[in-house]
């Protein structure tokens, strides 16, 4: 019996490399096989109920399901690149089998990004839920001291929020939040850091998609700000530009970094150049500390494309007036500066001139 498929693209790859074909004449694996295997892994799962989720991700582990694949008809058959396909379609069909037979929500990693900066150790991960069949991102952060429980309180608050409202446009939606572990689960979206994004072409299309999108995030750390909560460490990487049925629009993705208003914190999240002022004065965190970093984001943007001649000749008076409105966002005095509101208001004012 044949291999079904779960998805047009791994129907694809198979077609494409015969891997079905292969798989039926050399009797590597059949139908039977994948239910005898997901009924072993069930009443595993029985035995070890306490660390079910961590038997679960090893036994659908590429080399657990490549043992499956390793008898004598199938000996020197396969190149990489089938085994890695071979491996995925096995994989989806096993998370078929076993979907409605266990407890407990489980995540398989698809692909791993590592990054390490300063004292900082990230671990960002595309995962798969075997329950659910819906892919993800998964991040695992050690925040810096004496946040942790302020960040865990401002995450909890923002998911009883968006439970009470509905996922925001212009805010990643968190489905999952595990302080101790430093684990969250943010849904999977086509997204592009916004620094990436404008330094591919410096284009008149590419600079109003930018400036679009500070001002979805704006309205993203609006809703934050009218919620009483503040987002720490604004900055061009973590402007999220995502494509959305060939909409382009801008999205807050970086949510490590939420607090309640007025906490006093004493380590901050902190990038020097988007630092405000207030930073040293030890005071409660305000929304004024993301218009500031707004402010920076605007004022690097602009130095990116005003090094280019034809954008100073053509859109001077453009140039001027965002420079004017990033110049209010980063006024030094918090209670001098324009609010977020104020903030998005003139920006979009500017963007209707400027399309």
Known sequence: MGIEYFSPEEERIAR?????????EQHAISRKDIEEYADYIVSKTEETEDDEASFVVDALSDSKILGMLSKEQWAGEL????????????????????????DKETYLVLQTLETKKRNEHNVIQEVVGVLSGQRSMHKEQHPIPDQEEHIAEAIDYFMEIIKRDGSHANIVNIEQYDPESKRTIYEKLDLRPLNEYLNVVKSKSNFITGLKVVKDCLNGAEYLADNGLVLQDIKLSNLGVVSDENVQKGVLFDLEGLVKNGRVLDNRLRVDDYLPPEFFKGEGIQPSEMTYQ??????????LYEREDIFRIMYKSVLEKLDELAKKMIVREPKDRISLTEAKGELEEILANLS
């Not at 490399?17 to 039926?24: A, H, Q, S």
């Not at 190149?79 to 266990?102: F, G, H, M, N, Q």
């Open 294 to 303: 707004f402010g920076i984001c605007l004022s690097k943007m602009l130095d």
């Open 16 to 24: 494409k490399d015969n891997l079905e074909i292969k798989m039926l």
């Open 79 to 102: 190149s990489s690149k089938e085994a890695k396909d071979c491996i995925s379609l096995i994989r989806r069909l096993l998370i078929e089998k076993l979907k409605d037979r266990l």
